[in-house]
């Protein structure tokens, strides 16, 4: 199948992408890699009357160390992300939430902002910004608007932001020499989205977590920082309290069905990758889990 019929325009600058995306508000779609929005387009899932292409912005590109934050640029494509050593030594994160993002072909062509504002509850990125406590930087008609992370994703393929707005860049704390990640996602074939994934970051003092943020993916409609996370900070943790916050993940995930999985075996994984969250943080292979949730 083809797109339907489309006008197209390629921007010179923000403020211009921003005049057109004010024109022609929910009837535009902002063409970043394509590489979600084309393939939507040829299914004809979506029908955009107007494509604002901002492959030319070079002002959105980018990576750089800005005070104690790493900002990105949204037109950054995922291999840049992959090669900059400014992502390993500061956000190793998102390098590692990065090298399970599609197939290289795809990885040379999507861009982080593309990803963040396509919003698919199985993605990795979302999640990684959640994890990481990123702020998502959007430009519209009254100006930047910074928003964090958690607040960013509404739902499925729903952000915070509006027709008429951009997303320009995202800034991401810098990894403290203490802090320790972890990147682990359960797919049928490597690049696949995930059927359930997890990114944490994490400070730990004294074999304990002084701090843990677990960003959850494909749980539900969006990326979930669980909860569940409070009941193993500040603690020395034994199976138990590893199970009582198993636990207490168990309520707050809300998966879907699909043909990939059912809830229940999303759940049953969902615990599966916080004990070995948590066994391989902690280097504490007696919390790995090992019975049926
Ligand atoms: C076969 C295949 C497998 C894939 N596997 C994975 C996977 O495992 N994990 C994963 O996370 N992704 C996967 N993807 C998606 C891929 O990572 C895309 O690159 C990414 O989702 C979108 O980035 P893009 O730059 O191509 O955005 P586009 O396709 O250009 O845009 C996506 C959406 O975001 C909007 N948008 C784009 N940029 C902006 C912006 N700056 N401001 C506002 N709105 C914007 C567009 O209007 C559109 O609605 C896969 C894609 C394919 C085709």
Redesign the pocket.
């Known amino acids: 199948m083809k797109a339907s019929a489309f006008a197209y325009a390629r921007p010179t600058s923000i403020a211009h992408a921003l005049e057109l995306l004010g024109v022609h508000g929910d009837k535009a779609?902002?063409?970043?890699?394509?590489?979600?929005?084309?393939?939507a387009m040829n299914l004809r899932l979506i029908s955009p009357e107007f494509i604002v292409d901002?492959g030319g912005l070079a002002e959105?590109r980018g990576i750089v160390v800005k005070g104690d934050a790493l900002s990105i640029g949204?037109l950054t494509r995922?291999v840049e992300v992959l090669k900059a050593p400014e992502v390993a030594a500061h956000v190793p994160l998102l390098r590692d939430a990065t090298s399970?993002?599609?197939?290289p072909a795809?990885r040379n062509?999507?861009?982080l902002?593309?990803?963040l504002?396509?919003a698919?509850p199985a993605?990795?990125?979302p999640a990684c910004m959640v994890a990481l406590g990123a702020t998502i930087i959007a430009c519209g008609p009254r100006g930047e608007r910074r928003i964090p992370a958690q607040e960013f994703f509404t739902g499925i393929y729903e952000t915070a932001?509006s027709p008429h707005?951009?997303?320009?860049a995202v800034e991401l704390p810098l990894a403290r020499k203490d802090s320790a990640h972890f990147f682990h996602e359960f797919a049928r074939r490597h690049?696949?989205?995930a059927i359930v994934g997890l990114a944490a970051q994490s400070i730990i003092v004294g074999g304990q977590f002084a701090e843990l943020r677990l960003g959850f993916f494909a749980v539900g409609d969006r990326p979930l920082l669980a909860g569940a996370a409070d009941k193993l900070v500040n603690v020395a943790v034994t199976p138990e309290v590893l199970a009582e916050a198993a636990a207490v993940l168990g309520e707050e995930l809300d998966p879907q069905e699909d043909q990939q999985a059912t809830p229940a075996m999303r759940r049953h994984l969902a615990k599966v990758l916080l004990s070995r969250c948590v066994s391989t943080l902690l280097s504490r292979p007696d919390l790995q889990f090992r019975t049926a949730a």
Request: glycine share 16%; proline share 2%; charged share 15%.
């Open positions: 779609k902002v063409l970043s890699g394509g590489q979600s929005l084309m393939p901002i959105l949204a995922h399970h993002v599609a197939h795809i062509r999507g861009t902002g593309g990803s504002a396509h698919d993605s990795e990125l932001l707005e951009l997303l320009v690049g696949d989205y």
